[in-house]
C-alpha cells in the first residue's frame, strides 16, 4: 500500500449548538486540512495518484465549504459543523469521488485544524 498526502485550506464562519461557550457564537477559522489516501497499485509511470489529481478533487470538495457559513450546508442540518464533523464531511465525499473513478485508492484519513495547535481526524476502520 502506499499512502499520498496533500494539504489545503479554506475559510470559513460557524456556530456550535448546544455548546455552553464562547463557540456558541458566531465565529470563523482559516482551517486547514490534511488529506491522506491510500492506494494498492501503482501506474505505468509508479505513481500511486497524482498529487494534481488529488488535489483537484479534493478543491471540488473544499470549494463548497470556503468562505461559507457551515451551519447552512445541508450536511450539518442534524450535526454541527465542528471539526470532528467537516473531517468527516471530507473524508465521504472524497470516498464517493475516489470511487467513482474506479482507482485502486481510497481515503485513509482526513484531518481539519481549526488552529496551528488544533485539529480532528476522521478515518474508518
Same mark, same amino acid.
Given at each position: 500500500m502506499f499512502e499520498i498526502t496533500i494539504t489545503t485550506d479554506f475559510a470559513a464562519a460557524h456556530r456550535l449548538k448546544n455548546y455552553n461557550g464562547a463557540c456558541?457564537?458566531?465565529?470563523?477559522?482559516? $482551517?486547514?486540512v490534511e488529506v491522506s489516501v491510500v492506494c494498492k497499485e501503482?501506474?505505468?509511470?509508479?505513481?500511486?495518484?497524482? $498529487?494534481?489529481?488529488?488535489k483537484s478533487i479534493v478543491?471540488?470538495?473544499?470549494?463548497?465549504?470556503?468562505?461559507?457559513?457551515?451551519?447552512?450546508?445541508n450536511y450539518f442540518d442534524k450535526t454541527n459543523p465542528t471539526s470532528e464533523m467537516i473531517?468527516?464531511?471530507i473524508y465521504e465525499e472524497l470516498k464517493e469521488k475516489l470511487k467513482n473513478r474506479n482507482r485502486s485508492c481510497k481515503p485513509s484519513k482526513v484531518s481539519v $485544524?481549526?488552529?496551528l495547535k488544533a485539529k480532528a481526524t476522521y478515518f474508518e476502520d
Open positions: 456558541e457564537n458566531l465565529h470563523g477559522h482559516n $482551517f486547514i501503482l501506474d505505468d509511470a509508479y505513481i500511486a495518484i497524482d $498529487f494534481k489529481v488529488l478543491a471540488e470538495i473544499v470549494d463548497k465549504l470556503d468562505h461559507r457559513y457551515l451551519n447552512d450546508i473531517a468527516k464531511y $485544524f481549526e488552529s
